[in-house]
T-cell receptor, first 110, second 118 residues
């Protein structure tokens, strides 16, 4: 069974700092990787996806993928208190479904 | 546009009672997913449908759980009889085949149904 592992946190960073969130996955055949953000009491929402080794940037967010190490990360630059949430890493299973990690809670203090 | 709509938002029931959760996916989406989220196990896929047909129900914990999708705009998840260990947030999500083939992997989640079984 495919596994997606994340440190549960909480990861605490001061406002303006870089937050680094990490994820490892078990299936070498996985091709697509996603980061969802979930605010407390709310539903998950997609913020980034990455398919190729290397970095992908979108505003303050950068996703990094290393397939050889089976490692995905999300960097959040200039962290804001509004970034405080749980970040879920997800990996594709075939073309239809996603397997989610348990998530890392991020706390950004003013 | 309306998103995925779930009801009820909160349900408190007693052990042994039947629980029915409802979901209306986004119009035009041909995939529908039921997930369960708990602190201990995270977000788990229970079952998913494609064009109203159940494709994979291997995540359904046991026979007490059943799901149906009688048409493209409605799905139910039923628990009978309910047990305290079923307490969780149940999310319905939908997506389009076109989206997945484009590999965006975007699932659109409803607000969730928080179930408490006493």
């Amino acid at each position: 069974q495919k596994e997606v592992e994340q440190n549960s946190g909480p990861l605490s960073v001061p406002e303006g700092a870089i937050a680094s969130l990490n994820c490892t996955y078990s299936d070498r055949g996985s091709q697509s990787f996603f980061w969802y953000r979930q605010y407390s009491g709310k539903s998950p929402e997609l913020i980034m996806f990455i398919y190729s080794n290397g970095d992908k940037e979108d505003g303050r967010f950068t996703a990094q993928l290393n397939k050889a190490s089976q490692y995905v990360s999300l960097l959040i630059r200039d962290s804001q208190p509004s970034d405080s949430a749980t970040y879920l890493c997800a990996v594709n299973e075939g073309y239809s479904t996603l397997t989610f990690g348990k998530g890392t809670m991020l706390l950004v203090s003013p | 546009d309306a998103g995925v709509i779930q009801s009820p938002r909160h349900e408190v029931t007693e052990m042994g009672q039947e629980v029915t959760l409802r979901c209306k996916p986004i119009s035009g989406h041909d995939y529908l997913f039921w997930y369960r989220q708990t602190m201990m196990r995270g977000l788990e896929l229970l079952i998913y449908f494609n064009n109203n047909v159940p494709i994979d129900d291997s995540g359904m914990p046991e026979d007490r759980f059943s799901a149906k999708m009688p048409n493209a705009s409605f799905s139910t998840l039923k628990i009978q009889p309910s047990e305290p260990r079923d307490s969780a947030v149940y999310f319905c999500a939908s997506s389009s085949r076109k989206g997945f083939w484009a590999n965006t992997g975007e699932l659109f989640f409803g607000e969730g149904s928080r179930l408490t079984v006493l």
